[in-house]
């Protein structure tokens, strides 16, 4: 079953129960939207983006930005009062060559009461500038399919399915013997990505979806290893992220870069691809990984 029924299925049997409230809003909240996603060639397209802010919390707004595509901002508006927070609202126009095109909306720095901090991100947006569908390989420019209606037969018999795994669970459980074995520890960041990365070599995709899939391994790695969320971050974020707080050195830093902008290079300015391109990108992750992966006693020597 997919996770958009799971949800549906969820927020149904809640709505169900008597007395229970709905969930708060968030204090701060980063939504962007276009206008449409396919635009006719020499039409501008439409991004709004907008900011909503409970009392006590500030936000200080970075601007969108869209590799190939110029962007001018045409309005600000607010704030207004929605509820208990307020919404500002900016409008932009973004032209260029027809193409297709991933915009990413902006972020913000939120702060709030009693020194609390959050770090808002938009997720990105897919648009077609006068052409019919992606002019990539890449996977997340399909369109998603259309919503299919909610099956309520289906949910009759997952309820009655539940109540049956329920019993069935119970009666299990009081024949229970020993426990089993815990599972194993989860690998370390750095192994998990070296695996990553060997898997997505692997797979044999074309150059520019083997070069996206390349650099979201080094953005899962540097997350796991800090927790500062680098897989909703831009490529020049993250490196100045890494410059600032000295997660590495300037030369691993320099060749995390390379990782991070294979994928422009590729789709924007072709440059790169075949053998040696990525057998200097293997290079650069191993480097990256040497770098920033912890020492174990016995390298460290007496």
Known sequence: MSPSLLYALAAHLLACQPGLPLPPPAEVELVATVAAQHVDEGQPVEL???????PGWTAELAPPTAAGLELRQVAEEGPVQVGERSLRTFRYELTGPPGSYVIEPGSADARGPGDQQRPLQAPPLFVDLGVQGPTSQVADFQAAPPPEPFPWALAAGLAAGTLALAGTGAWLWSRRRAPAAPPPPPDPPHVAARRQWAQVRAQGLADHPQAVALSQVLRRYLEAITGWPATMRTGPEILRWMEQESVTGASARLRAGRILDATDRLKFAREGGGA???????QDFEAVIEATRPVSPAEEGP
């Not at 709004?48 to 409970?54: D, E, F, G, I, Y």
């Not at 040696?276 to 293997?282: M, Q, V």
């Open 48 to 54: 709004t983006v907008q900011l909503l802010q409970a």
């Open 276 to 282: 040696s391109f990525f057998a200097a990108l293997d």
